[in-house]
Nanobody, 126 residues
């Protein structure tokens, strides 16, 4: 599975962005897709995830209410709609795919994912 993340850019605080993650290769084997982010000097952290077939969604506490994850199975593409962006949201955003996840907490764990995209930079100015 290959993942291509896009949609990042420079925005002002309060603006919105929609990130996309296009899957290719054995996209039919995807069980879940997650978004993670990593700011300079910080560890990679969970943002949101979606079950590829059932559509169940999971969000980090800091993103809940401001963002929506969705997917278009026909296009093998997932989206992360981010609203009310804050300067602290500045980071490289990565999408990742998993063949299977045994427990719900696995959605939140970077090491549970098998494939990673290259990342897209989101910069939010104050």
């Amino acid at each position: 599975v290959q993942l291509q993340a896009s949609g990042g850019g420079l925005v002002q605080a309060g603006d919105s962005l929609r990130l996309s993650c296009a899957a290719s290769g054995r996209a039919s084997s995807i069980y879940a897709l997650g978004w993670f982010r990593q700011a300079p000097g910080k560890e990679r952290e969970f943002v949101a995830a979606i079950n590829w077939s059932g559509g169940s969604t999971y969000y980090s506490e800091f993103m809940k209410g401001r963002n929506t994850i969705s997917r278009d199975n026909a296009k093998n593409t997932a989206y992360l709609q981010m609203n009310s962006l804050k300067p602290e949201d500045t980071a490289v955003y990565y999408c990742a795919a998993a063949h299977s996840l045994a427990y719900v907490y696995n959605y939140y764990t970077p090491s549970s994912y098998h494939y990673w995209g290259q990342g897209t930079l989101v910069t939010v100015s104050s």
